[in-house]
């Protein structure tokens, strides 16, 4: 097998929005050491344009081209951060030409496009990855770790607020790109008690609502959930796209609990308090890349030829809880959930220090809060 030192895998950015220009492409450059940015996929000419001057990019296209270019042998593996309901797309396009994929969450809108997703990159044999940043940023993973080591006794009960004021006409508050608090921000909150309490939740009772303002004629402004998790144990969420900016979790053990305060960003500083018998310690994370950790470890995984963690199937986890949510909020009463197995779970061996991205200015990408 090729060296890792001695071979870089080239991606192409498919979707060129605001994360795309204001956090994956600048991870980049500190990913240099086995990831090289060479494509970029857009609709928008001035996109491609200006971004291809300023990384240096000579492969460019429209989502016309995209199959020509996945075909052209001059990339290996795309980053996919196009609206939720074309990923599925996207993804089915690079198995056909055996291009590997590393996919924004949420994977997909509904768990039959997961799962069309995750049998075509099987049958192509090519790797299939969830960008679950979280899974290898340092507070979320000394949080994972506490708890696991019995810090604060026996995790009982997890809660979590994730919130902000979407602006008027961004993508997610259109239905038929996936829009909506819950896949949008509730996802987070989902992703965190599952790897806090290291299972899967059994059922769900859940509330949406769309309120009047008009933002949300379409999707749910607000979303409210109960998780029943194995051992008694309980979740509960409220995610908002017309709220306050809050962003926190916090979950209580048997001696005590730990609160993670804007836990889910990745612009600023963590706050982590962790209170055990009464006595609290406080640790600051300092802004820092969330992005290039994953660029790494996905790489690592094509050379090494080994699954990645977090999976296509972490995110087919995910999604087949919130489509229990949206159908407990719809018909008012709790939801089953089937037995789900998962081996795979984030721990301190992702962990991954980066230095925070460069400033970059976006082109006609403004940002998703008011």
Sequence with gaps: MTKRSEKKIRYGVVGLGNIAQMAVLPAFEHATENSELVALISSDAEKLRVLSERYGVRITGSYDDLDRILRSGEIDAIYVATPNTLHRNAVERAARAGVHVLCEKPLASTVVDCRAMLHAAQDAHIKLMTAYRLHFEQANLRAVERVRAGEIGEARLFSSVFC??????????????????????????????????????????????????????????????????????????????????????????????????????????????????????????????????????????????????????????????????????????RVTLSPFERSQRPSAELEMKKPPPSKVEPINAPPPSK
């Design 164 to 333: 902000q004021q979407v602006r008027e006409g961004d993508i997610r508050t259109r239905a038929e790109l996936g829009g909506g608090s819950l896949f949008d921000m509730g996802i987070y909150c989902v992703n965190a008690a599952r790897y806090l309490f290291q299972a899967e939740p059994s059922e769900v009772t859940a509330i949406g609502i769309r309120g009047t303002d008009p933002r949300f004629a379409e999707v749910d402004e607000m979303t409210s959930a109960i998780l029943r998790f194995p051992e008694d144990r309980i979740a509960q969420f409220t995610s908002s796209q017309g709220a306050a900016d809050v962003s926190e979790f916090r979950i209580v053990g048997t001696k005590g609990d730990i609160r993670l305060d804007s836990a889910y960003g990745y612009h600023g500083k963590i706050q982590e308090y962790l209170t055990v018998e009464g006595k609290t310690e406080h640790t600051t994370t300092p802004p820092h890349d969330q992005f290039a950790p994953e660029l790494i470890h996905f790489s690592n995984c094509i050379l090494e030829d080994r699954d990645p963690e977090p999976a296509g199937e972490e995110g087919l986890a995910d999604i087949r809880i919130l489509e229990a949510i949206v159908e407990s909020a719809a018909i008012g009463r």
